[in-house]
């Protein structure tokens, strides 16, 4: 079994949804850049307070400060981990690689109009950042998380034009990285475009094989 993973795709492909089942499921601890810096920021350490000021002035946090925070991070999850939303840069990658040894990295491989489809219909929870989707997933009650019962939101830049904007972006600067994982035999690619429970089965049989 392999318990030190990371999730690779363009947005909407379903990473979120993905490292929520697989990492409850096997008692993983699920890392979103994201979510650690707010957490590094809301612990008030040395480091979040480091990426608060670039923060506070509207400026993306850097390199050493995100990738200090996410190593701080990952040596603290003894029972292993999935990253969703890093590496995405070669550069990032071969920090991740000198800091710990990477199991496997599932590629969430999916059409773009499905992506955009998905992400226009995405619903988020505020309060455990779980994702939704009103066509393919929905919550047990409309509106409301299944989880916790939060008040789902429509993210501001959930709208097609943006969209495409990122998935262009993704191919650009992070798509290089299925190369990269490919050339070291990690790499195991998924259909994204198949329903949630389809995905999940394709992501356990690739964490559960040599
Ligand atoms: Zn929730």
Redesign the pocket.
């Known amino acids: 079994m392999k318990t030190r993973l990371v999730f690779l795709g363009p947005p909407g492909a379903g990473k979120g949804t993905q490292a929520i089942v697989i990492a409850k499921k096997y008692h993983l601890a699920r890392i979103a850049t994201g979510d650690i810096l707010r957490d590094a920021i809301g612990r008030g350490s040395a480091l979040g307070l480091k990426a608060k000021e670039f923060m506070d002035r509207g400026d993306l946090v850097p390199d050493d400060v995100v990738n200090a925070i996410l190593k701080d991070k990952i040596h603290n999850t003894p029972d292993g981990f999935i990253i969703d939303g890093y590496p995405r840069t070669i550069e990032q990658a071969n920090f991740l690689q000198s800091a710990i040894e990477i199991q496997r990295v599932i590629y969430f491989d999916a059409p773009e109009e499905i992506l955009v489809q998905r992400i226009v219909n995405r619903r988020v929870?505020?309060?455990?950042?779980?994702v939704y989707n009103k066509l393919e997933n929905p919550p047990a009650v409309e509106g409301k998380?299944?989880?916790?019962?939060?008040e789902?939101f429509h993210r501001t830049d959930d709208i097609e034009e943006v969209t495409r904007e990122r998935i262009k972006t993704f191919w650009q600067k992070t798509a290089p990285l299925v190369d990269y994982y490919f050339h070291k035999g990690l790499l195991a690619k998924v259909s994204a475009e198949r329903n949630v429970g389809e995905v999940t089965a394709e992501i356990e049989f690739a964490i559960q094989t040599e």
């Open positions: 929870c505020p309060v455990c950042n779980a998380c299944d989880l916790d019962g939060a789902l």
